[in-house]
């Protein structure tokens, strides 16, 4: 295949898998020598730069979308947006639909580490504090260990810190990023809720 034909493929692999545009697409590739994995890199790390001007943006449109699982568990989220336009879109309403699946299969405690309570961090701390104690670490090194913990904890009980269920190379918040950053408009997990039969 001539390299005019093959770099025209690259163009075409790289916007299947990022939703660029052509012309975003083409000039990364040429960026990065052609390297489709370093310009996937690129434009991710672009459209969360793009997201992050977009936070402060209001959203008064969306969607509720819920995941039942064998009737025994269900997961709701209310996602929101700017118009109804994007609430529309399959990209938005795929992502209510995995979040919502989220939402069953990881258990998230609260939206973001500042909605949990002090107390139950504090709570958290000082059991990780004890074990290590009881295990016969060192003074010094527990902190370290202590601080690890409590970061794993963020990531099992914050929505937003959750390893993503189908990508668990990123987070829940990295994915709504990618959604913003896609639509064009800002995206939030406005409220969640899981109930699971005989809770």
Not at 55 to 84: F, P, W
């Amino acid at each position: 295949m001539p390299d005019k034909d093959l770099n025209m493929e690259r163009v075409k692999e790289l916007r299947r898998i990022t939703d660029a545009g052509i012309k975003e697409c083409k000039a990364t590739l040429e960026e990065t020598g052609y390297d489709v994995e370093k310009a996937v890199k690129i434009l991710r790390e672009k459209g969360i730069a793009k997201a992050d001007n977009k936070s402060g943006r209001t959203t008064k449109e969306g969607m509720i979308s819920c995941y039942l699982h064998q009737n025994k568990i269900a997961g709701l989220v209310e996602l929101a947006c700017e118009t109804d336009f994007v609430a529309r879109t399959e990209i938005f309403q795929s992502l209510a639909k995995d979040l919502a699946i989220q939402i069953v299969t990881s258990s998230p405690k609260a939206l973001k580490r500042e909605d949990l309570s002090p107390e139950l961090v504090q709570t958290e701390r000082e059991i990780y504090y004890n074990q290590e104690k009881q295990a016969g670490k060192p003074d010094k090194i527990i902190q370290k260990i202590v601080d690890g913990k409590i970061e794993k904890f963020y990531k099992e009980a914050c929505f937003y810190d959750q390893p993503f269920y189908k990508d668990d190379s990123k987070t829940v918040e990295q994915v709504v990023k990618e959604a913003i950053a896609k639509t064009g408009e800002n995206i939030i997990i406005r409220r969640f809720y899981r109930m699971q039969l005989g809770e």
